[in-house]
């Protein structure tokens, strides 16, 4: 199955997963099959039921993920850092 993340909780492991069927999937860090997932991806996955819940995601895959879309703001490219020189009021790129 299709569907969206709406939120992802790293700090916390677990997060939420709109299906094309309407329902929300919980999805927890042990079923990311080691996928990194945020909030807007785009992903495939295998819906599963448990004693604790009928909604349940598993084997992800994802398929989209936004771009250009950071947390607080940063537009730096990961690998990328500014550093602003004090004296010379210049920007150098490590």
């Known amino acids: 199955m299709y569907g969206r993340v709406t939120r992802y909780h790293h700090d916390r492991r677990y997060g939420f997963i709109r299906g094309e069927d309407g329902n929300t999937y ?7 099959s080691g996928e990194y997932i945020d909030s ?28 250009g879309r950071h947390k607080h703001g940063k537009t730096h490219k990961k690998h990328e850092r500014a550093c602003k020189s004090t004296t010379t009021n210049t920007i150098k790129y490590d």
Do not use: C, M, W
Not at 26 to 32: A, G, T, V
Not at 43 to 65: G, M, W
């Open 26 to 32: 919980f999805i927890h860090y042990s079923n990311l």
């Open 40 to 67: 807007g991806y785009y992903v495939f996955f295998k819906p599963f039921q448990n004693d604790r819940s009928d909604y349940n995601a598993k084997n992800l895959t994802v398929i989209e993920a936004p771009e």
